[in-house]
């Protein structure tokens, strides 16, 4: 079994930024890409970013474009994402899991509690 753990949620102000991180463990060995998601009160979860294991091909949803980056440290087995230019709307609770593809909404793992991000002045 896989066991996700997400860290580096908070409170920052609108414009400013945080970083999050992913600590996969268990059997990593058959991960090849993996995926942020979030999921604001009353809304459905969606996919924030997602990445390639292998050759960090890389798929954003069209709101992290430019401003989220999701980056992997296969040595550690984090994945992270740095957020920039933070908006009130970015507020959510942020999951980490493993999609079968750099688009898909299906993931292999059960959620994990995720990371409450909270973006307000």
């Known amino acids: 079994q896989v066991q996700l753990v997400e860290s580096g949620g908070g409170l920052v102000q609108p414009g400013g930024s945080l970083k999050l991180s992913c600590v996969t463990s268990?059997?990593?060995?058959?991960?090849?890409?993996s995926g942020w998601y979030r999921q604001a009160p009353g809304k459905q979860r969606e996919l924030v970013a997602a990445?390639?294991?292998?050759?960090?091909?890389?798929n954003y949803a069209d709101f992290a474009k430019g401003r989220f980056t999701i980056s992997r440290d296969n040595a550690k087995n984090t994945v992270y994402l740095q957020m920039n230019e933070m908006e009130p709307e970015d507020t959510a609770v942020y999951l980490c899991?493993?999609?079968?593809?750099?688009?898909?909404?299906?993931?292999?793992?059960?959620w994990g509690q995720g990371t409450q991000v909270t973006v307000s002045s």
């Open positions: 268990g059997r990593t060995r058959s991960i090849d890409t």
């Open positions: 990445i390639s294991l292998g050759d960090d091909a890389t």
């Open positions: 899991n493993v999609p079968f593809s750099l688009d898909s909404d299906y993931v292999r793992f059960s």
